[in-house]
């Protein structure tokens, strides 16, 4: 039901984008360690739903629909603030749009396998990528002005987050590629089996 608690926990991570977008544009000290705090805490809930639906045995066709499209849109939105508000170096921009195209191409993968009744599971690579890809994006809304207000001035915050930023999008290669196979694989499958269909009617009149 929508209403368990762990897809409660998933709707406030799509509730959260309209937050983290508001304090992030004030363009403030606060406002960016604001952002970060946002995104870290809706980005925690990621964990927290599927453990808890897991635990209390509640899992949900709803819960398993929503999960990836909340953190999709969680991901982008903080993605698409950091370019348009110039956080994000020029070199920092191409693990970004690693990031983005493998998260498009993985939903058409899963909008394709699902027309086939096939789950595409979360490895633990998978899962990796997601912890590098949260704290590289938590860390870089914070930025070094977000870092100066609880006293972590003198950290070079930007690059450690641009630095996870591309192990991040290093792991989502991997795990892109890993999904793209497996894609392949069911759909080879699936023509396989339709020629196999297609051509048994003609073998069987061709028999005596």
Not at 41 to 48: C, E, K, L, S
Not at 53 to 71: H, K, N, Q, W
Not at 107 to 113: C, D, H, N, P, T
Not at 182 to 201: E, K, M, N
Request: net charge neutral; glycine share 12%; aromatic share 6%.
């Amino acid at each position: 039901m929508p209403t368990d608690l762990p897809n409660l926990l998933t709707l406030s991570r799509i509730a959260a984008i309209p937050v983290l977008v508001a304090v992030a544009a004030i363009g403030t000290a606060w406002g960016d360690m604001a952002a970060c705090v946002v995104f870290s805490v809706a980005g925690i809930t990621d964990y927290f739903d599927g453990k808890i639906a897991r635990d209390r045995g509640v899992t949900s066709s709803f819960g398993r629909m929503l999960d990836p499209i909340a953190d999709k849109l969680l991901v982008g939105a903080a993605l698409m603030l950091l370019a348009g508000l110039g956080r994000l170096s020029a070199a920092a921009l191409y693990p970004a749009i690693v990031i983005m195209l493998r998260e498009i191409m993985v939903s058409g993968l899963r909008e394709y396998l699902a027309e086939l009744r096939v789950g595409l599971p979360v490895t633990r690579l998978a899962k990796w990528k997601t912890g590098f890809q949260m704290g590289a994006l938590g860390t870089l809304l914070a930025g070094d002005s977000g870092a100066s207000v609880i006293g972590l001035g003198v950290l070079p915050v930007s690059l450690i987050g641009e630095a996870g930023l591309w192990i991040a999008a290093a792991l989502t290669l991997a795990t892109g590629w890993d999904y793209l196979q497996a894609g392949l694989r069911h759909a080879g499958q699936a023509d396989a089996r339709a020629a196999q269909a297609g051509a048994t009617p003609d073998n069987t009149a061709a028999s005596p």
